[in-house]
């Protein structure tokens, strides 16, 4: 069980938008930045968003990301065919029982 | 250019030590800011922090896998190495190492590109 909840799921066909969600807590997402990470099938993860919605060099300006309490959204705007893989949220987690890095189940994209 | 590999044997036997390493380019872990973190996935399943060493040999490691693990760097090789005690067939998985800008709230924006561990009598 991952600390932060993703939907195991999502699809959209080509040009549509879709978002994914990433619920948590005050202990990370309500308190710490969130991260995303898109996984292509056999590859390792990419950082596709950090601090909430800042994207590295490079990545399209079709992946957006935005923060509200303790929940977060990935958003794919123009879907593409190359965009199907798993999207992995994360943040820091400053629990009692110890600070750590908590990741999201993963949420495996498909594109119709 | 920041490249990371991970290196390590491909398979453990239980109650055995696993000692990965990391080795990089592009960049110095003497550099302020920069870190080195561990990340695991078992087959099919999701990602899973394992531990981090900062620049100044600041560590952080997973509370559930605390007493199991030891990060250390060198420096002067651009190597991290993580050592895992104890292990088990649920430790099967593809281990991550990857780059951390601390100051730049940029963590793991490099990855190398895993090394499959597979924990077996």
């Known amino acids: 069980q991952s600390v932060l909840t993703q939907p195991p799921s999502a699809s959209g066909t080509p040009g549509q938008r879709v978002t994914i969600s990433c619920s948590g807590s005050?202990?990370?997402?309500?308190?710490?930045?969130v991260y995303w990470y898109q996984q292509l099938p056999g590859t390792a993860p990419k950082l596709l968003i950090y601090r909430n919605n800042q994207r590295p060099s490079g990545v399209p300006d079709r992946f957006s990301g935005s923060k509200s309490g303790t929940s977060a959204s990935l958003a794919i705007s123009g879907l593409r065919s190359e965009d199907e893989a798993d999207y992995y949220c994360?943040?820091?987690?400053?629990?009692?029982?110890?600070?750590?890095?908590?990741f999201g189940g993963g949420t495996k994209l498909t594109v119709l | 250019q920041i490249t990371l590999k991970e290196s390590g044997p491909t398979l453990v036997k239980p109650t055995q030590t696993l000692t990965l390493t990391c080795t990089f380019s592009?960049?110095?872990?003497?550099?302020?800011?920069?870190?080195v973190g561990w990340i695991r996935q078992p087959p099919g399943k999701a990602l899973e922090w394992l531990a981090l060493?900062?620049?100044?040999?600041?560590?952080r490691y997973s509370p559930s896998l605390k007493s199991r693990l030891t990060i250390t760097k060198d420096t002067s090789k651009n190597q991290v190495v993580l050592t895992m005690t104890n292990m088990d067939p649920v430790d099967t998985a593809t281990y991550y190492c990857?780059?951390?800008?601390?100051?730049?709230?940029?963590?793991?924006?490099?990855w190398g590109q895993g090394t499959l561990v597979t924990v077996s009598s």
């Open positions: 592009g960049f110095s872990l003497s550099t302020s800011g920069v870190g």
């Open positions: 990857a780059h951390i800008m601390q100051w730049l709230d940029l963590n793991f924006d490099y």
């Open positions: 994360a943040a820091w987690d400053d629990s009692l029982s110890g600070s750590n890095w908590v």
């Open positions: 060493i900062y620049w100044d040999d600041d560590k």
């Open positions: 005050s202990s990370n997402i309500g308190s710490n930045y």
